[in-house]
């Protein structure tokens, strides 16, 4: 992520700001809805705009120390930003995962808890007398944002089955990418 950023946009950071701990404070504070628009934080600030990213980035990635000293290095800060940084981000971190998945929860409200899977055999139908069709039975539960759970029960033949193992295949490739593209 900090490959995108132009390294001199929070190279800046110490002189741009009195306190660079303050200032990424209300960047935090803003991302979360805690600082008003009409606040001191400037929301059109390419300093405040490229500092809410890396908090997002940082945290959404999941870094240990040396990977959050390495993007920050990066992305163009100086000894102080890159304390002020730590600090921030060892004391918010909580605050901006919390952000980050309620606006995952917004886009998917639910989410993949535990399945099982059973392998059943068709063997006659109000149609035909006579039928052997294998026919795997997955059983979702899903865990929704309010922490409520909901079971769905999903029967498959097997051309479903392929084409629901070919796309799961796909979702893999896809978010293996964007790991490793982070």
Known sequence: FAEEMDPTQLGGLAEAAPSPRQFLHDCVDSMIGEL???SKLDE???LAKASQKLLKDV???GLNDDE?????????CDEKAQAAFTTVLKGRWRDIQHHLEQNVSA????HLKDFDWSLKTIVASDRLAEISEPVVVLTLRLK???????ISRVELNKD??????STCA?????????THDT
């Open 107 to 110: 886009i998917f409200p639910s």
């Open 160 to 165: 479903s089955l392929d084409k629901l193992l």
């Open 68 to 76: 959050v000293q390495a993007a920050l290095e990066k992305a163009g």
């Open 144 to 150: 929704n944002a309010d922490g409520s759970e909901k």
């Open 170 to 178: 796909t979702a893999n490739k896809v978010v293996r990418q964007l």
């Open 44 to 46: 059109e600030s390419t």
């Open 59 to 61: 945290v959404s990635s």
């Open 36 to 38: 008003s628009i009409t």
